[in-house]
């Protein structure tokens, strides 16, 4: 079982929907990563939250730190979000980032 | 800035050779890793760095060699590359370990 796992794999959605990719985690950790990886390959951090939630435009980052569990949304879809979205999580007993799968997300107009 | 920038952009190399994926960042930025990216898995940590002159392994080290002289570069070597070795390699940089991490745009290799 891997350390990181995200839910969908896969997601397809109409212009406009609300979207939320989940992510849960076996590890301690001390932060979670939520990354954006355009299909011309390169990678964003989006947001990077040790409790509670962060919000950026139309992105909303959760994080239970007690379920493991964190949840990305994205309020009024839009094409432009198409991408894989990755978690991924700082361990408190290392340096290094643990990343899940990616979900890609296609948004259709 | 730059940011992170990478280079080459692409790169096929036929077993046994070797060659350095360069990395660098001018953000002044402490910490900086090389990942690798495959199908159906999550990115790998293969080196980091916590500065110059510290270098540690991580996840899948193996085949791979690196060295920090400067606080902006950060290269990654392969001595003589393996097909295992095909996959699209990211280096990233942050301002520490807990910080946000800023990625390279990637090297897609392919060894033959």
């Known amino acids: 079982k891997n350390e990181v796992e995200q839910s969908p794999q896969n997601l397809t959605a109409q212009e406009g929907e609300f979207i939320t990719i989940n992510c849960s985690y076996s590890?301690?950790?001390?932060?979670l990563h939520w990354l954006q990886q355009h299909p011309g390959g390169g990678i964003v951090s989006l947001f990077m939250?040790?409790?509670g939630k962060k919000k950026h435009g139309r992105l909303i980052a959760t994080i239970n730190i007690q379920e493991k569990h964190s949840s990305l949304h994205i309020t009024a879809s839009h094409p432009r979000d198409s991408a894989v979205y990755i978690c991924?999580?700082?361990?408190?007993?290392?340096?290094?980032?643990?990343f899940g799968e990616g979900t890609q997300l296609t948004v259709n107009p | 800035n730059a940011g992170v920038t990478q280079t080459p952009k692409f790169q096929v190399l036929k077993t046994g050779q070797s060659m350095t994926l360069q990395c660098a960042q001018d953000?002044?930025?402490?910490?900086m890793s090389w990942y690798r990216q495959d199908p159906g898995m999550g990115l790998r940590l293969i080196h980091y760095?916590?500065?110059?002159?510290?270098?540690d392994q991580g996840e899948v080290p193996n085949g791979y060699n690196v060295s920090r002289s400067t606080t902006e570069d950060f290269p990654l070597r392969l001595l003589s590359a393996a097909p295992s070795q095909t996959s699209v390699y990211f280096c990233?940089?942050?301002?520490?370990?807990?910080?946000?991490?800023?990625f390279g745009p990637g090297t897609r290799l392919t060894v033959l």
């Open positions: 760095s916590v500065g110059a002159g510290i270098t």
């Open positions: 991924a999580v700082q361990e408190t007993s290392g340096s290094r980032l643990t």
């Open positions: 590890v301690g950790i001390s932060a």
């Open positions: 939250l040790s409790s």
């Open positions: 990233a940089s942050s301002y520490g370990r807990h910080n946000e991490q800023f």
């Open positions: 953000m002044n930025h402490e910490y």
